[in-house]
């Protein structure tokens, strides 16, 4: 009788999600786990999330090690009893189809549980003499030859040209590593290198090498989605110049001793949230043939965190107080740079805010954070000359450009977002209320 093995795979913890980086296992190979127990992270797209193990048992063996990335469902890991011998542990992994991982739906906090799996043969039964079929030795052949390349290797070979025939594998049953293919890339090329001599050109002996540094799985996210934007969205943008003035004026006024610390983008993000439930054009998102209008403001803050651009969501933001607004921000914020935000914390959004103000950079466009349908660019607050009943005055102003879908968002609804987002924040005591 086949003994039970259960396969950790890859989650899909996103619609968009196609692959996973491992960060670490939280566990050792030989240790016993019980269900539902963290026993690995995983880094894909923005966050990292722990994995929990599928079923009670071993881990009898880690086929992705730190640092792999892998394909969703695929093979990282199995659960066993002990009775379990190494051999029927390699016919497992070796005969393992990737599952289907069903899609859990943004909010959703864990995994879905890895099906528990058996291997293509029985293992009672493996040894037996059986009847081969046309190509079977190959297809055998291609699914070891599969099995003992991790698939950050198999991609690393691809790029710099390596046959993978050649590498020796320094990992477990002579698995090749991506150390492994750049490694021998390196000999490969001082060998030629050397085999050149003298018919070297003088001047290649003076190009410096770069440092190659390869993308986080956030990082490879956050570049493919921005690309999609800026290749399938017509985006349009609109200047307007605002008087930063009044609204400064009075958030001075308010900083009372002992109040809740109200920051300029705690300011704009209310006033913000006022003006789009007023928008609600504005306040949508754009899914396939249809506009999703949404009653309340989720606003999204752009973060620069270390692995790259983070937009956790302040939830109805057009029913909160400045207090309770600058309150959360702040913790987001805080999170986000440390890289401890949940999925559902930066899933969904109706709206974007990029702040480089506190850069000194005075105006910029900002891509459309799909499927959003606009995002705010907001520059810095300068001294400027205006014209004010024909004198000429100084004021503090500060240049917001609004990213819009044009799709979705015709001009003048952009116009009129942004006329009403004026008023608010030229005359800001609705800020402050409430």
């Not at 949230?273 to 403001?297: D, K, S, T, Y």
């Not at 709206?351 to 000194?360: E, R, V």
């Not at 607050?381 to 102003?397: D, F, H, K, N, T």
Request: charged share 25%; proline share 5%.
């Amino acid at each position: 009788m086949a003994t039970p093995m259960t396969a950790v795979t890859m989650p899909k913890w996103g619609i968009e999600m196609t692959e996973g980086t491992i960060t670490g296992w939280r566990v050792r190979e030989g240790a016993r786990i019980e269900r539902g127990a963290e026993i690995l992270d995983v880094e894909t797209e923005k966050i990292v999330n722990a994995v929990e193990a599928p079923a009670s048992g071993v881990l009898r063996r880690v086929t992705a090690g730190e640092g792999e990335t892998c394909a969703v469902g695929a093979l990282i890991g199995v659960i066993a009893d002990e009775e379990a011998s190494d051999a029927d542990i390699a016919r497992f992994v070796e005969s393992f189809v990737a599952a289907v991982v069903s899609f859990d739906s943004p909010g959703a906090g864990t995994p879905a549980p890895a099906p528990t799996l058996e291997p293509a043969v029985p293992i009672a039964a493996a040894d037996a003499p059986s009847r081969a079929l046309p190509g079977a030795d190959h297809a055998a052949e291609s699914g070891s030859e599969d099995a003992r390349v991790s698939p950050i290797a198999r991609r690393i070979a691809l790029r710099l040209g390596v046959d993978l025939s050649r590498v020796t594998g320094t990992g477990r049953n002579g698995r090749i590593s991506k150390e492994d293919v750049e490694a021998f890339a390196a000999r490969t090329a001082g060998a030629q290198t050397s085999d050149a001599g003298t018919d070297v050109p003088a001047q290649a002996s003076a190009v410096s090498s770069g440092q190659r540094i390869r993308m986080s799985a956030r990082r490879a996210t956050i570049a493919r989605r921005l690309l999609e934007s800026k290749q399938t969205i017509p985006h349009f943008r609109l200047d307007a110049e605002i008087d930063m003035g009044p609204l400064l004026q009075m958030k001075r006024e308010h900083a009372a001793p002992g109040a809740e610390r109200v920051t300029l983008n705690d300011l704009l993000l209310r006033a913000v949230a006022l003006a789009l439930v007023r928008h609600p054009m504005v306040n949508a998102q754009f899914e396939g043939e249809e506009i999703v209008l949404f009653e309340n403001a989720d606003v999204a803050i752009a973060v620069a965190a270390q692995a790259g651009l983070v937009t956790p969501i302040v939830r109805t933001a057009n029913l909160k107080s400045l207090a309770t607004i600058a309150r959360e921000s702040r913790d987001l914020i805080e999170r986000a740079r440390l890289g401890t935000l949940l999925r559902e914390e930066i899933s969904g959004g109706t709206f974007t805010i990029s702040n480089l103000g506190m850069y000194g950079i005075s105006r910029f466009d900002a891509i459309i954070n799909a499927p959003q349908v606009a995002i705010l660019a907001v520059g810095a607050v300068s001294q400027r000359p205006v014209v004010r009943a024909g004198a000429l005055s100084i004021a503090e102003m500060a240049t917001l450009t609004l990213s819009a879908d044009h799709r979705v968002v015709d001009g003048a609804v952009g116009a009129a977002f942004l006329a009403t987002l004026r008023g608010l924040l030229e005359r800001p005591q609705a800020l402050f209320d409430g």
